[in-house]
Nanobody, 123 residues
Framework: QVQLVESGGGLVQAGGSLRLSCAASGRTFSSRIMGWFRQAPGKEREFVGG????????DYADSVKGRFTASRDNAKNTVYLQMNNLKPEDTAVYYCAASSRLQSDIKRDYDYWGQGTQVTVSS
């Protein structure tokens, strides 16, 4: 069992930065890949980025490549999403999720989800 709690969301102007954190509880945290997803009003939840259990591999949606960076600290059971050069279209609720797979950008492959944190980017 893994429980996830996101934090770090907020209101920022376009071009600004935020760092999201996802604190996990559960003995198997370090063996799971972690993903970040987001959901804007009226839209489907979409993959943003993911990071392997070792942190050695990361994957990103094309829309955030070069701007967002995922990292993790297994000693702290925490995953991060550094978001730079934010755009109004990045406005959404951001979720972290855990999967036992080796790699995935598909929602259904993720077993555990946090409650989400709101990110709002003003123009």
């Amino acid at each position: 069992q893994v429980q996830l709690v996101e934090s770090g969301g907020g209101l920022v102007q376009a071009g600004g930065s935020l760092r999201l954190s996802c604190a996990a509880s559960g003995r198997t945290f370090s063996s799971r890949i972690m993903g970040w997803f987001r959901q804007a009003p009226g839209k489907e939840r979409e993959f943003v980025g993911g990071i392997s259990w070792s942190g050695g591999r990361t994957d990103y949606a094309d829309s955030v490549k070069g701007r967002f960076t995922a990292s993790r600290d297994n000693a702290k059971n925490t995953v991060y999403l550094q978001m730079n050069n934010l755009k109004p279209e990045d406005t959404a609720v951001y979720y972290c999720a855990a999967s036992s797979r080796l790699q995935s950008d598909i929602k259904r492959d993720y077993d555990y989800w946090g409650q989400g944190t709101q990110v709002t980017v003003s123009s």
